[in-house]
């Protein structure tokens, strides 16, 4: 069945969620160099924040941080032990955690900060606010698609709302299983559409 996209991103009901767009991670001094590595990802994450405000969907970026004495953080898994070796640290309050300067933020947009967890919806009030505001249409980005864009998606379905993906706005590697993850999960779950799509639809 096609989708009307224009009425699935309507900005009454739409919220543009940007998953650990941040300088420590897709910035010049990323923890994780090949996710920063595409020329394309941020310039698009730009155009659709600006998009976004002019169309009046509401901007929200979900970050990572933790405390310098790792109180609390998670270690059950092989990325966080990877990510404590790193000589770049999340730590609280540091230019790592902010915001990538190419996409803001703005003053009416939302930082919303997890200490744990792989997923925007984990330990933040990102459902309640969402669901405040009567939002029901997400259109996710960001990274990664190896973990948290594909949890971020499970949440999302799971909570009720739809999801909708820019293909050309997240990254993960290689791009040989991103195309796999797309074709055998995400685009079951989501609505995959590009950059381009989007803005034009809230340029309507």
Request: charged share 15%.
């Amino acid at each position: 069945m096609a989708v009307d996209l224009a009425e699935l991103l309507d900005p009454t009901h739409t919220a543009l969620v940007l998953q650990e767009c941040q300088n420590g991670i897709i910035g010049t001094s990323s923890a994780l160099p090949a996710l920063a590595s595409s020329p394309t990802l941020v310039p698009n994450l730009a155009r659709l924040a600006s998009a976004a405000r002019a169309a009046g969907v509401r901007v929200i970026h979900c970050t990572a941080h933790h405390r310098p004495d790792g109180f609390g953080a998670n270690r059950n898994a092989r990325l966080f032990r990877a990510m404590d070796k790193s000589p770049v640290k999340l730590h609280v309050g540091t230019e790592a955690v902010d915001p990538v300067p190419e996409v803001g933020p703005e003053p009416e947009d939302l930082v919303l900060a997890r200490f744990h967890g792989l997923s925007p919806f984990q330990g933040t009030e990102l459902d309640s606010i969402l669901r405040n505001a009567k939002i029901s249409t997400i259109v996710g980005v960001g990274v990664s698609v190896n973990v948290a864009i594909t949890n971020f998606t499970f949440d999302a379905v799971n909570a009720s709302y739809d999801m909708v993906i820019p293909r050309d706005a997240v990254m993960g590697f290689p791009a040989e299983y991103v195309d796999m993850v797309f074709q055998n999960t995400l685009g079951l779950l989501a609505t995959i559409t590009t950059t381009d799509a989007v803005v034009d639809a809230w340029a309507r």
